[in-house]
């Protein structure tokens, strides 16, 4: 017998996808902010909804209100709240000239004053990290040179460590260095690439929130922090500079992306060309 229209449609409104309302918005829009000083204006609503839909299924609730209760009494779950909505994107040797100036006029110029640390800030899935380590390894040798690389997503952080990428992310990495610090995937891990074990150990990965007092991680010659600035608000950033600032030493450089700009913030810092600051000696 089959079941009646009325039976029917209990079973579907009990199925419906959760909608994020906008109370429960502004919940996550005040965790990523008071976490990790990310602001998220009104148009990511449907993102957070989207990243974070998958996981209350996972966690069989039944909506983004539950969820929230769920964070409050769980940090663990609040921190991968934060890696779902943390936006992560990068590949190698992304904006080239960086890398160009790190070889040609930091480097050169620096490589008889013993150990350069370098550190890569908000280093995503790890790409960034290892283009530093093959434009060190390059220039220097394999000694005489330090990676640090730290993401407050503990997500990304895992990739990274392992150092395995799809093969279409190769395609920026110059022929050489392909060759040199790059396996190539077979059999199950066909379509993929792998950074040589040896050059991935020279890059030290640690879990570092920008947002808050940072660790004792020592002085850098040079601090990478691009295209992350700009889910920023004006405080949030300067506050990030001015720890960054107290991790330079003098005369080491800080480097952010292309598009974006320390003007009004850069107190201590000179403009060394478009994105590239300078520490006063």
């Known amino acids: 017998m089959m079941p009646s229209t ?10 419906a996808a959760p909608v994020l309302g906008e109370a429960e918005f502004r919940e996550f829009q005040r965790l990523m902010f008071e ?35 769920h964070l409050k009494t769980n940090p663990a779950e609040k921190q991968v709240a934060v890696d779902l909505l943390t936006t992560n994107e990068t590949y190698f040797f992304r904006e080239p000239r960086h890398f160009e100036f790190l070889r040609d006029q930091i480097l050169k110029a620096q490589s008889s004053r013993g150990c350069i640390r370098l550190w890569s ?6 790409e960034e990290a ?19 690389a730290s993401d407050i997503s503990t997500q990304v952080l895992e990739k990274a460590r392992g150092g395995r990428y799809p093969m279409t992310r190769a395609d920026r990495i110059p022929t050489e260095c392909l060759k040199r610090y ?33 660790p004792d991680v020592g002085l850098f010659d040079v601090i990478f922090l691009r295209n992350v600035m700009i889910y920023f608000n004006a405080e949030t950033k300067q506050q990030i500079i001015a720890r960054l600032q107290t991790c330079l030493r003098p005369g080491g450089y800080l480097i952010i992306g292309h598009s974006e700009t320390l003007n009004g913030l850069q ?15």
């Open 121 to 126: 800030a908000a280093c995503s899935s790890g």
């Open 267 to 281: 107190n201590g810092l000179e403009v060394v060309s478009p994105s590239i600051y300078r520490k006063q000696p």
């Open 182 to 214: 790059c396996l190539k995937g077979i059999g199950e891990a066909a379509g993929t690439l792998m950074v040589d074990p040896v050059l991935r150990s020279r890059v030290q990965f640690q879990q570092i929130n920008l947002n808050t007092r940072l």
């Open 6 to 15: 009325a039976d029917v449609r209990p079973t579907i409104a009990a199925t």
């Open 35 to 69: 976490v990790a000083g990310i602001h998220m204006p009104a148009g990511k609503r449907t993102m957070v909804a989207g990243r974070l839909a998958k996981r209350i299924k996972v966690l069989a609730l039944a909506g983004y209100a539950e969820y929230w209760r």
């Open 130 to 148: 290892y283009t530093l380590a093959m434009v060190l390894s390059e220039v220097l040798g394999p000694a005489g040179w330090e990676v640090l």
